[in-house]
């Protein structure tokens, strides 16, 4: 399995309501990313987990929580969200816990929309 | 702050030219060089990369030159295709293991 798999691909969601968007690979890759990407924009970084720990935060406010359940597994936890959050969310995992290990991959996306 | 700067942010060629998208970086200690391809409502893929111990690689029709003393990389596309037409992302990683994104160029392929 050579994929990094993202549930779900699209959600629609409240300002009022709390979801979550789930990431997931099996290449034992150890480390994880959280972006955020609009339209024709580069993906701006969000997290970074590496050995299930997370090692970046990169300033994301706190409606955006992030959790690594184990080595496979990474959650972003939403509440609250305002409608500039809508963008494509993409997760992505490498073989060592920074880029230039080899393997770097992204998922396909949840193309989240706030209303 | 570190910083890739990326030109064009859009391109046109007729199919069949040379398409040439032109990075440059802030961070000296950066090693580790991608350039990904995104088509619209698709994820970013990564069509070929470079490490800073290579000055040069290629794989069909792209290529990546990386010129370390300018601090500066290219990504080559010849015979282009209409499906070639995407925006394309040039990325440095630097030092921390962060990956550090150009701004984009849009190519469209004309047939």
């Known amino acids: 399995d050579t994929e990094v798999t993202q549930t779900p691909k699209h959600l629609v969601m409240g300002m009022t309501n709390k979801k979550s968007l789930k990431c997931e690979q099996h290449m034992g890759h150890r480390a994880m990313y959280w972006y955020k990407q609009k339209a024709k924009k580069p993906p701006e970084l969000m997290f970074v987990?590496?050995?299930?720990?997370?090692?970046i935060n990169e300033s994301v406010p706190s409606r955006f929580s992030p959790e690594c359940p184990n080595s496979s597994l990474l959650n972003l936890h939403l509440h609250a969200l305002q409608p500039e959050d809508s963008a494509l969310y993409l997760c992505a995992s490498s073989q060592e816990g920074s880029p230039r290990g080899y393997g770097y991959t992204f998922g396909s996306g949840t193309r989240l929309t706030v209303v | 702050g570190e910083n890739v700067e990326q030109h064009p942010s859009t391109l046109s060629v007729q199919e069949g030219d040379s398409a040439v998208i032109k990075c440059t970086y802030s961070d000296s200690a950066s090693n580790y060089f991608p350039w990904y391809k995104q088509e619209l409502g698709k994820r970013p893929q990564l069509i070929i990369d470079?490490?800073?111990?290579?000055g040069e690689k290629k794989d069909q029709r792209i290529a990546v030159t990386l010129n370390k003393t300018a601090k500066h990389f290219s990504l080559h596309i010849t015979e282009t295709q209409p499906e070639d037409s995407a925006v394309y992302f040039c990325a440095a990683c630097n030092q921390g293991g962060k990956l550090i994104f150009g701004q984009g160029t849009e190519l469209s392929v004309k047939p």
């Open positions: 987990y590496s050995y299930e720990k997370l090692s």
């Open positions: 470079i490490r800073s111990n290579v």
